[in-house]
C-alpha cells in the first residue's frame, strides 16, 4: 500500500474549519483514500473515503487533487469533540476487500475554544 | 445496527498466561480483521478471518491465533503472555459488498500483561 504522509499535530479554533491535509504521491490507480480518528484510547472512527472525485458526508468532506497524490479532509465547524488522531490510509482492494488498513502516525488535531 | 462490540473491555493477566478476546461484527458483516495497538508501534494488523478461515496475517509470531465462527463472530487468543503485549486489542468488521470496503471498528480491548 501507498505511503502516506501527515503534520504529526495541527490547532484549529472551535467553530472554524479544520482542513487536515495528507500526502500519498505514491498512491496507485486502484487505491482509496480512507479518513479514520481515534479519540484517546477508543476505536478508530470511519470519517469518509474516496477514490477520485471528491466526497461529502455527515462528518466531513475530502478533497482529493486531480493528480491523486494528495487530499485533504475538512471539517467544516471544529468542535472540541473533534479532538483526536485523525489517520489518512490508503487501501488496496485485493483479495475480495480493503482487509488490511495501514496505519502511519497521524495528526493530532486539537480543537481549542 | 449495533456496532461492533468487543468483550472483555478491559483484562489484566501475568506473564505466562493466556487470553482470549472475543468479537461480535456488525451484523451481516462477514470479514473481522485484528489489530493491535501499542505506544512504540502504533496500529498494527494481525490477521483476517472471513467465512471461518484464516485468509491473511499480519507480521506476528504464532502465539498469536484466532478463529472466526459460523456466526461470523471472531475471537483470538495470545498464549504464553509476555509483558510485550501489552495493548489495545481492536476488532473491525466490513460488509465486503466489493469496491471500498469500509471497515468499522470496536472499542478494543485493553489488556495488560504483569
Known amino acids: 500500500d501507498a505511503k502516506t504522509t501527515q503534520p504529526p499535530s495541527m490547532d484549529c479554533a472551535e467553530g472554524r474549519a479544520a482542513n487536515l491535509p495528507c500526502n500519498h504521491s505514491t498512491i496507485s490507480g486502484n487505491e482509496y483514500v480512507y479518513w479514520y480518528r481515534q479519540i484517546h484510547s477508543q476505536g478508530p472512527q470511519y470519517i469518509i473515503h474516496?477514490?477520485?472525485n471528491n466526497e461529502t458526508n455527515e462528518m466531513a468532506s475530502l478533497i482529493i487533487t486531480e493528480d491523486r497524490k494528495s487530499s485533504t479532509l475538512i471539517l467544516p465547524h471544529a468542535t472540541l469533540r473533534d479532538t483526536a488522531v485523525y489517520y489518512c490510509?490508503?487501501?488496496?482492494?485485493?483479495?475480495?476487500?480493503?482487509?488490511?488498513?495501514?496505519f502511519g502516525k497521524g495528526t493530532l488535531l486539537t480543537v481549542n475554544p | 445496527k449495533a456496532g461492533v462490540t468487543q468483550t472483555p473491555r478491559y483484562l489484566i493477566k501475568t506473564r505466562g498466561q493466556q487470553v482470549t478476546l472475543s468479537c461480535s461484527p456488525i451484523?451481516?458483516?462477514?470479514?473481522v480483521s485484528w489489530y493491535q495497538q501499542t505506544p512504540g508501534q502504533g496500529l498494527q494488523f494481525l490477521f483476517e478471518?472471513?467465512?471461518?478461515?484464516?485468509?491473511n496475517k499480519g507480521n506476528f509470531p504464532g502465539r498469536f491465533s484466532g478463529r472466526q465462527f459460523s456466526n461470523s463472530r471472531s475471537e483470538m487468543n495470545v498464549s504464553t503472555l509476555e509483558l510485550g503485549d501489552s495493548a489495545l486489542y481492536l476488532c473491525?468488521?466490513?460488509?465486503?459488498?466489493?469496491?471500498?470496503?469500509?471497515?468499522?471498528f470496536g472499542p478494543g480491548t485493553r489488556l495488560t500483561v504483569l
Open positions: 474516496g477514490l477520485k
Open positions: 478471518y472471513f467465512s471461518e478461515t484464516q485468509r
Open positions: 490510509i490508503v487501501s488496496r482492494y485485493s483479495g475480495g476487500s480493503n482487509y488490511k488498513l495501514t
Open positions: 473491525a468488521s466490513s460488509s465486503l459488498t466489493g469496491g471500498a470496503d469500509t471497515q468499522y
Open positions: 451484523s451481516g458483516h462477514r470479514s
